[in-house]
Protein backbone atom coordinates (compact mmCIF):
# COMPACT_ATOMS: atom_id res chain seq x y z
CA UNK A 1 0.00 0.00 0.00
CA UNK A 2 3.06 2.23 0.59
CA UNK A 3 3.80 2.24 -3.26
CA UNK A 4 0.27 4.68 -3.69
CA UNK A 5 1.64 6.76 -0.67
CA UNK A 6 -1.23 5.43 2.00
CA UNK A 7 0.30 3.77 5.66
CA UNK A 8 -0.70 3.11 8.49
CA UNK A 9 -1.43 7.11 8.80
CA UNK A 10 -5.30 6.46 7.89
CA UNK A 11 -5.56 4.93 11.05
CA UNK A 12 -4.11 8.22 12.78
CA UNK A 13 -6.07 10.03 10.25
CA UNK A 14 -9.66 8.40 11.68
CA UNK A 15 -8.51 8.21 15.18
CA UNK A 16 -7.79 12.38 15.23
CA UNK A 17 -11.17 13.28 13.40
CA UNK A 18 -13.02 11.42 15.86
CA UNK A 19 -10.77 13.31 19.24
CA UNK A 20 -11.73 16.42 17.62
CA UNK A 21 -15.05 15.77 17.16
CA UNK A 22 -15.53 14.03 20.15
CA UNK A 23 -13.77 17.20 22.23
CA UNK A 24 -15.72 19.92 20.17
CA UNK A 25 -18.92 18.01 21.65
CA UNK A 26 -18.22 16.81 24.66
CA UNK A 27 -14.93 18.15 26.15
CA UNK A 28 -12.74 21.54 25.51
CA UNK A 29 -13.46 23.65 22.28
CA UNK A 30 -10.14 25.25 23.11
CA UNK A 31 -8.49 21.95 22.92
CA UNK A 32 -10.52 20.88 19.89
CA UNK A 33 -8.92 23.41 18.27
CA UNK A 34 -5.36 23.10 19.30
CA UNK A 35 -5.89 19.73 18.39
CA UNK A 36 -7.11 20.72 15.20
CA UNK A 37 -3.96 22.71 14.46
CA UNK A 38 -1.69 19.69 14.85
CA UNK A 39 -4.10 17.54 12.87
CA UNK A 40 -3.48 19.80 9.91
CA UNK A 41 0.10 19.64 10.35
CA UNK A 42 -0.09 16.09 9.66
CA UNK A 43 -2.20 16.31 6.64
CA UNK A 44 0.12 18.47 5.15
CA UNK A 45 2.59 15.59 4.77
CA UNK A 46 0.09 13.11 3.43
CA UNK A 47 0.58 11.62 0.14
CA UNK A 48 -2.90 10.25 -0.22
CA UNK A 49 -4.26 10.02 -4.01
CA UNK A 50 -7.52 11.15 -1.82
CA UNK A 51 -5.47 14.28 -0.46
CA UNK A 52 -7.49 17.41 -2.68
CA UNK A 53 -10.70 15.93 -0.52
CA UNK A 54 -8.84 16.21 2.73
CA UNK A 55 -7.61 19.68 1.94
CA UNK A 56 -11.33 20.49 1.31
CA UNK A 57 -12.31 18.51 4.54
CA UNK A 58 -10.34 20.58 6.87
CA UNK A 59 -11.05 23.75 4.94
CA UNK A 60 -14.94 22.93 5.94
CA UNK A 61 -13.85 22.06 9.54
CA UNK A 62 -11.27 24.93 10.01
CA UNK A 63 -14.66 27.09 9.47
CA UNK A 64 -16.82 24.89 11.83
CA UNK A 65 -14.21 25.36 14.47
CA UNK A 66 -13.90 29.11 14.10
CA UNK A 67 -17.36 29.88 15.33
CA UNK A 68 -18.41 29.65 18.55
CA UNK A 69 -22.53 28.83 17.08
CA UNK A 70 -23.68 25.21 18.24
CA UNK A 71 -23.83 22.70 15.60
CA UNK A 72 -25.69 19.72 15.91
CA UNK A 73 -23.70 16.71 15.59
CA UNK A 74 -25.33 16.27 11.91
CA UNK A 75 -24.39 19.05 10.57
CA UNK A 76 -21.16 18.56 11.66
CA UNK A 77 -20.74 15.27 9.97
CA UNK A 78 -23.01 16.27 6.61
CA UNK A 79 -24.19 19.65 6.46
CA UNK A 80 -21.59 21.02 4.14
CA UNK A 81 -21.82 17.96 1.55
CA UNK A 82 -24.59 19.02 -0.08
CA UNK A 83 -23.27 22.45 -0.56
CA UNK A 84 -20.32 21.63 -2.29
CA UNK A 85 -18.79 19.21 -4.56
CA UNK A 86 -15.26 18.51 -5.56
CA UNK A 87 -15.29 14.94 -6.89
CA UNK A 88 -17.11 11.59 -6.82
CA UNK A 89 -16.06 10.60 -3.09
CA UNK A 90 -17.02 13.48 -1.65
CA UNK A 91 -19.65 12.30 -0.02
CA UNK A 92 -17.18 10.16 2.29
CA UNK A 93 -14.20 12.21 2.15
CA UNK A 94 -15.89 15.04 3.23
CA UNK A 95 -17.80 14.13 6.35
CA UNK A 96 -17.65 15.88 9.63
CA UNK A 97 -17.03 12.18 11.33
CA UNK A 98 -15.50 9.95 8.53
CA UNK A 99 -15.90 6.28 8.61
CA UNK A 100 -12.97 3.84 7.41
CA UNK A 101 -13.63 1.45 4.71
CA UNK A 102 -13.48 -1.42 6.87
CA UNK A 103 -16.83 -0.24 8.66
CA UNK A 104 -18.33 0.30 5.41
CA UNK A 105 -17.07 -3.75 4.82
CA UNK A 106 -18.31 -4.76 7.88
CA UNK A 107 -21.78 -3.74 7.21
CA UNK A 108 -22.16 -6.14 4.22
Not at 12 to 28: M, V
Not at 56 to 61: L, T, V
Request: proline share 4%.
Amino acid sequence: MSSKGITEGYLLYYIRCHEITWQWFYGDKDHARTLFGEFESFVATLNWPSVPYIHMRNAKMRDHLSKQNALSIDEWDTGHLGKIEIGPAWQHYGRGVPLSEIQFWSEI
